[in-house]
């Protein structure tokens, strides 16, 4: 739909460093835990949609389009409980945790913030009893923002460029550069693939239906085209933070290593 208007943003996203950079079990971790929440909030955006285009309100009443109620309970079923690995429903956020347990993650912060968020405490200071990186909050407050005020065409248009159509170009980057072992790490794998195969034939159709129905005169349009720019760079904005952490985590190996290279000369 707009594709001259995020085709730079796109190919950045596609081509970006992270994908190539992450090479150690360390680094995918550091990657899987702040990825978290954008597996976590994703749903927000989703749960928007679907209580604005079916009837989730009693008493009951048909929606007002059926084809958009339908697309968008498709993508809730793929999403909030799909197959995992073991052939048992899950949604894929609970797929997601499985898959970092396969690699040794820590899910501490993302529980501290959730605990946080339940009780009833403000977004800010769930992130704060969290200590997450400015990137990941960045983030998160910018898709809850859009989720919870923006226009109806606002949020289709960041579901659609900056998750539905951005994924599987990301997670197969992620496959072909890592080459990741389905027997040693099934679930990450299996999430990695069931996204692809899930946003790339099925929801990615669905969600830029929705939208495209959602336009209806040039002021949409242009609210639209500029929430799925924000969206992409948002995603930019978390791999470039991802990246710096990475690339400071192992200066200070490096560091470390100089550091301890004389006395391993002296002993020696």
């Known amino acids: 739909m707009f594709d001259k208007e995020v085709a730079e943003l796109q190919r950045k996203l596609v081509d ?34 679907q209580r604005e285009l079916t009837t989730i309100t009693l ?7 059926p084809s958009k109620a339908r697309f968008i309970n498709e993508i809730i079923l793929g999403e909030e409980t799909d197959f995992g690995v ?18 040794s993650c820590s899910s501490v912060a993302f529980e501290t913030f959730s605990v946080s968020l339940r009780r009833g405490e403000t977004l800010d200071a769930s992130f704060e009893q969290a200590a997450l990186p400015k990137y990941v909050r960045d983030f998160v ?27 599987p170009n ?17 679930r990450l ?7 692809i195969e899930l946003d790339g034939e099925d929801h990615g159709p669905a969600a830029q239906k929705i939208l495209s129905d959602l336009i209806r005169d040039d002021a949409s349009r242009d609210r639209a ?14 791999w470039d933070g991802i990246l710096r952490d990475l690339k ?21």
């Open 141 to 167: 407050r910018s898709t809850l923002s859009v989720a919870l005020e923006g226009r109806l065409e606002e949020v289709a248009s960041s579901f659609f460029y900056g998750r539905e159509d951005s994924i």
């Open 248 to 268: 400071a985590q192992d200066g200070m190996s490096s560091e470390h290593a100089a550091a301890d290279a004389p006395r391993s000369a002296a002993v020696l």
């Open 16 to 49: 970006h460093e992270l994908y190539s950079y992450i090479r150690t079990p360390a680094h995918l971790r550091v990657f899987m835990e702040a990825h978290l929440f954008a597996v976590w909030d994703f749903m927000s955006l989703a749960k928007r949609l």
């Open 59 to 65: 008493p009951w009443f048909p929606p007002q389009d």
């Open 225 to 238: 085209i500029h929430t799925a720019r924000m969206a992409i760079s948002m995603r930019l904005h978390l």
């Open 189 to 195: 794998v299996h999430y990695l693939t069931r996204h």
């Open 86 to 103: 073991d052939g048992k429903p899950a949604s894929h956020l609970e797929m997601y945790l499985a898959a970092m347990k396969d690699m």
């Open 170 to 186: 990301m997670f197969q980057a992620l496959l072909d550069r890592w080459g990741l072992d389905q027997g040693k790490v099934p």
